[in-house]
């Protein structure tokens, strides 16, 4: 059975530490692997990572895959108080947007 | 560019009545996927509509249906709701091609009494 494990499940940290989000996956016919990012509403797109090795980055957000070894991580620099909130990542299999997703990983940062 | 609209925001049922939630994807996203969103279970696929289409379903029993117009707006329908079915209802857009990422909207919350 496909499935995405999220760990840690949560996460408390002071502003300006730095964290690490992972993210291991077993889907079928694996082509992508999205992170959001979810606070009170809709979650918000941050990557799509479909090469291992190559890292996506985003201002003090960034992401890299490991296809051999099936997982991902999600780094946050500078932490701030904005950035608290539901971590997901969700495999996708080639041809669908059937999406596999974790249960998440909630971030709290405080000042 | 308008994101992607849900109606309503929130709904209050009771158990064995139905309901029918609304999406209207991003302009021109021809894809709409529905998630399922608890507590406990994260975030569950229940099917992915393309060009009026079913293109996929997740493992949601039959009382969860749903359907997509030609104008790419898609409904969800759940007859005799049950307690369980309480949760958050996604919809995400995208244009198509799954090289492309999905993107959601706010949701609807579903309580049911």
């Known amino acids: 059975e496909d499935k995405v494990v999220q760990s840690p499940l949560s996460l408390v940290v002071h502003e300006g530490d730095t964290v690490t989000l992972n993210c291991s996956y077993e889907?079928?016919?694996?082509?992508?692997l999205l992170w959001y990012k979810q606070e009170k509403k809709a979650p918000t797109f941050l990557f799509m990572l479909?090469?291992?090795?190559i890292e996506k980055k985003s201002g003090r957000l960034s992401s890299i895959l490991d296809k051999k070894e099936l997982f991902s991580i999600l780094n946050i620099t500078a932490t701030q108080t904005g950035d608290s909130a539901i971590y997901l990542c969700?495999?996708?299999?080639?041809?669908?947007?059937?999406?596999?997703f974790g249960t998440g990983t909630r971030l709290k940062v405080l000042a | 560019k308008a994101g992607v609209t849900q109606t309503p925001r929130y709904l209050i049922k009771t158990r064995g009545q139905q309901v029918t939630l609304s999406c209207s994807p991003i302009?021109?996203?021809?894809?709409v996927s529905w998630y399922q969103q608890t507590p406990g279970q994260g975030l569950q696929f229940l099917f992915e509509?393309?060009?009026?289409?079913?293109?996929n379903k997740g493992n949601f029993p039959g009382r969860f249906s749903g359907r997509q117009f030609s104008n790419s707006r898609s409904e969800m329908n759940v007859s005799t709701l049950e307690l369980g079915d309480s949760a958050l209802y996604l919809c995400?857009?995208?244009?198509?091609?799954?090289?492309?990422?999905?993107?959601f909207g706010d949701g609807t919350r579903l309580s049911i009494l």
């Open positions: 995400a857009s995208s244009p198509g091609d799954s090289g492309q990422p999905q993107h």
């Open positions: 479909t090469s291992s090795g």
């Open positions: 969700a495999g996708g299999p080639s041809g669908t947007y059937k999406y596999i």
């Open positions: 509509y393309f060009s009026e289409t079913q293109r």
């Open positions: 889907v079928t016919n694996f082509r992508s």
């Open positions: 302009s021109g996203h021809r894809s």
